[in-house]
């Protein structure tokens, strides 16, 4: 069975400074990876996925995230955190054979303090 | 362009009670999914759908019945309301190729069962 984990409950950040959700997996097969964001009283909204090719993959709002196979993680990192980052961020897999059987952790949120 | 749209937003029910959750979605996308979020617990797959006619479980079915007689409908069926059923459902949609996929996701349903 596939998982994720997403070890901190909260992060706290101060705007400026650079930040990271860790993410770890576990699937069969090949991972597909994903991080997704939720505002207050909203769905979730994609920031971006890792399904092949280079490790590191840029996303929307200018964060990134770094596929480790041998660590089996994808973290979340963005340079200069914003006040408005300040959201539940959910990290999420599916193995690649799956038929779209996604998996999501548990969530993180992020507060960046002024 | 609606993307997926999920009805009622708010809903109480009392124990015992049916109803059904509703979703659309106008992408033509042939992938869509149910979630629950709960505290701490993430969001939990309940049912999918690759197609219309066919639908799967995920890793809580129980209570719950859905059908997929169309590309675009997707509704959820409580069969008989219980207090374990009160939290926030998602409903979610994805293009079924591997380059275009994410899941884009409804605003929500917040579901109380007293």
């Known amino acids: 069975a596939q998982s994720v984990a997403q070890p901190e409950d909260q992060v706290n950040v101060a705007e400026g400074n650079p930040l990271t959700v860790k993410c770890t997996y576990s699937?069969?097969?090949?991972?597909?990876l994903f991080w997704y964001v939720q505002y207050p009283n909203r769905g979730l909204q994609f920031l971006l996925k890792?399904?092949?090719?280079?490790?590191l993959v840029k996303g929307s709002y200018g964060f990134e995230a770094e596929f480790n196979k041998s660590q089996t993680s994808f973290h979340l990192k963005k340079p200069s955190a914003l006040v408005s980052d300040s959201a539940l961020y959910f990290c999420?897999?599916?193995?690649?054979?799956?038929?779209?059987?996604?998996?999501f952790g548990t969530g993180t949120k992020l507060q960046v303090i002024p | 362009n609606a993307g997926v749209t999920q009805t009622p937003k708010f809903q109480v029910l009392k124990t015992g009670q049916s109803m059904t959750l509703q979703c659309a979605q106008d992408?033509?996308?042939?992938?869509m999914s149910w979630y629950r979020q709960d505290p701490g617990m993430g969001l939990r797959l309940i049912h999918y759908?690759?197609?219309?006619?066919?639908?799967d479980q995920g890793e809580v079915p129980n209570g719950y019945n859905v059908s997929r007689s169309t590309t675009e409908d997707f509704p959820l069926r409580l069969l008989s309301a219980a207090p374990s059923q009160t939290s926030v459902y998602f409903c979610?949609?994805?293009?079924?190729?591997?380059?275009?996929?994410?899941?884009?996701f409804g605003s929500g349903t917040q579901l109380s069962v007293l």
């Open positions: 999420a897999v599916r193995d690649s054979g799956g038929y779209q059987k996604v998996t």
């Open positions: 699937v069969s097969g090949n991972p597909y």
């Open positions: 759908s690759v197609g219309a006619g066919i639908t």
């Open positions: 890792y399904i092949t090719g280079d490790n």
């Open positions: 979610a949609s994805s293009p079924r190729t591997a380059t275009n996929e994410k899941l884009f």
């Open positions: 992408m033509n996308h042939e992938y």
